[in-house]
């Protein structure tokens, strides 16, 4: 018997899951992508301003650890911690609402 991949395995899950199994597993998805989309933001605005990740955080007053977990989207960032970076990196934080979809 061939092995599943990792697609077949996640779309023989989500099709047995409950209406509300499946609201939360797409609100989880849906908070892990924006955690990443702004890691990668913040890594590419340190970058850009020519900064290792340990010269960011002292700017921030953290650590080193604290700035490689949010640029790899393993945590949600706060408003704090975005303004903090945004000031370490003199830079401004607009927030933009769209339609879904």
Do not use: C, H, W
Not at 57 to 76: H, I, K, P, Y
Request: no cysteine; hydrophobic share 45%.
């Amino acid at each position: 018997m061939a092995r599943k991949t990792i697609t077949e395995l996640k779309n023989n899950r989500l099709a047995s899951m409950s209406a509300d199994e499946r609201a939360d597993f797409d609100e989880a998805y849906a908070s892990a992508r924006l955690a990443l989309a702004v890691g990668e933001k913040v890594r590419d605005a340190r970058e850009a301003a020519g900064l290792t990740q340990r010269e960011l955080a002292a700017r921030m007053s953290t650590s080193q650890a604290a700035v490689a977990r949010l640029e790899a989207g393993g945590v949600g960032s706060t408003l704090t911690t975005l303004q903090k970076v945004a000031a370490a990196l003199d830079l401004t934080i607009t927030v933009d609402l769209a339609p879904a979809g």
